[in-house]
């Protein structure tokens, strides 16, 4: 039987009206993409920050939220595989209509997502320490370059009071951000007159777990004479058995230190840290600074979690500055376009959880301090060398030369990530 005209055109004004519905609904919140492994072996480190966005857009929520509408996260779980990311970033864009994203923890995942929002005109914001030598339109860093982290551990290690140590081993995880770091380090310590046998590299896939022999190597390396150190960009899962092998082979912080851009206080909630006290990380932020802005958004966020044993760490202080910053400049643009909320972001000051402000470059990566800890019996790092207020995170590395002579200006008239600088600025 055929359904009169009459039926058909009710039904269709009827669908039209519940299309129109869900619209006006959906144009009623601003969404916000989050893309962080939620499972496989970075889950470790990211489910935090998935927990930590959630935090925030609560807080942002219970203030109005934005522009008078309320703000509605979109997770998705790219599952550690770096291909994955790239498709879910074109989902929350496409499918979702996300108005910004804040994700990722590896270079590798954000080398997949990077075309996908260049190509859409997305908005990441990406909360990890990387290696530089890149600086994208639609990507802003709000984590550590190689000259807010890795130099100033080296530099450190280098000092009286970091040891003095004379010979290196450069241990990562098989991947773009370990490899280009420890390039930019090995330039570095040659530059500062170490020779090539004094430093020794090592890489090993995601979530290896078999550390006997290469923890073997590193005290046989050790065993020269001089003074050894680690500098460790192992990601992930992977974190628990070599600091669990380190123990082991009885190595200790006073013979072997080893400093850390990849581990912090998550990823010690998960291991004995008695045997590693001593042991070193470099960051932007510690749980345990003393400064009244950190006191009270941890009281909040064990509020909001539920438990006083969640952590915080740097990459969640990163996602923190980066979403208030997001807010401010949405605020301001009156618009959650990305070219609006883009031209809005440069300058953009948010306090800091350590007592200071950061800032937003028009190279699209922040002013923030450099912080080296002590790993403590409790999980936490004591400070034992703090810069003297901020450093400009460098898009291009000056250890490099075909960097050297890079820059990165989004602003009129480079709008570039990667100018070459006129000679008065190299010379």
């Known amino acids: 039987m055929f359904k009169s005209l009459k039926t058909i055109a009710a039904a269709s004004v009827l669908a039209g009206s519940l299309a129109m519905s869900a619209s006006a609904q959906a144009a009623d919140t601003i969404k916000v993409g989050i893309l962080h492994s939620l499972s496989g072996t970075m889950a470790i480190s990211e489910t935090a920050l998935k927990d930590v966005m959630l935090f925030l857009i609560d807080e942002q929520n219970k203030k109005g939220g934005l522009l008078g509408k309320q703000i509605e996260a979109v997770v998705v779980d790219p599952a550690s595989d770096w291909p994955l990311f790239a498709e879910k970033a074109r989902e929350l864009i496409e499918q979702h209509k996300v108005d ?22 997305g908005m990441l914001f990406y909360p990890v320490q990387y290696e530089g030598e890149e600086s994208s339109r639609n990507i802003f860093y709000t984590g550590a370059a190689p000259n807010q982290q890795a130099i100033p551990a080296v530099e450190y290690l280098m000092s009286e009071d970091g040891g003095e140590a004379k010979r290196w081993v450069l241990a990562g995880t098989d991947y773009v951000y370990p490899r280009t770091t420890n390039k930019i380090l090995e330039a570095f310590l040659k530059a500062k007159g170490v020779p090539a046998e004094d430093i020794m590299v090592n890489y090993t896939p995601f979530g290896h777990s078999d550390w006997q022999t290469i923890v073997s190597d590193i005290k046989k390396f050790a065993a020269a004479g001089k003074k050894t150190a680690v500098v460790s960009t192992i990601n992930g899962d992977a974190n628990v058995p070599f600091y669990k092998e380190l123990a082991n082979q009885g190595i200790k912080a006073e013979d072997i230190p080893v400093v850390a851009f990849s581990v912090g206080e998550e990823e010690l909630a998960g291991i004995d840290t008695g045997p590693l006290v001593g042991h070193l990380a470099a960051w ?37 500055i980066g979403f208030n910053m997001w807010a401010q400049a949405v605020e301001q643009a009156g618009s959650t376009s990305v070219d609006a909320v883009r031209q809005a972001m440069y300058g953009q000051e948010v306090p800091n959880l350590t007592g200071g402000v950061a800032v937003m470059n028009t190279n699209h990566h922040l002013s923030k301090p450099v912080l080296i800890g002590e790993i403590q019996d409790d999980g936490q790092f004591a400070t034992v060398w703090e810069t003297d207020g901020v450093v400009v995170g460098d898009a291009w590395s000056d250890f490099i030369p075909e960097s050297a002579k890079l820059t990165a200006d989004w602003t009129y008239p480079w709008v570039c990530g990667n100018c070459e600088k006129p000679k008065y600025l190299t010379n």
């Open 100 to 121: 910004v994203v804040f994700g990722n923890w590896t270079s590798v995942s954000r080398k997949s997502v990077l075309p996908v929002f260049e190509e859409l005109n």
């Open 284 to 320: 932007n932020y510690f749980m345990s600074v003393d400064a009244p802005e950190n006191d009270a958004l941890i009281s909040k966020w064990h509020d909001f979690i539920g438990s006083d044993k969640r952590v915080f760490n740097d990459p969640m202080e990163a996602h923190y």
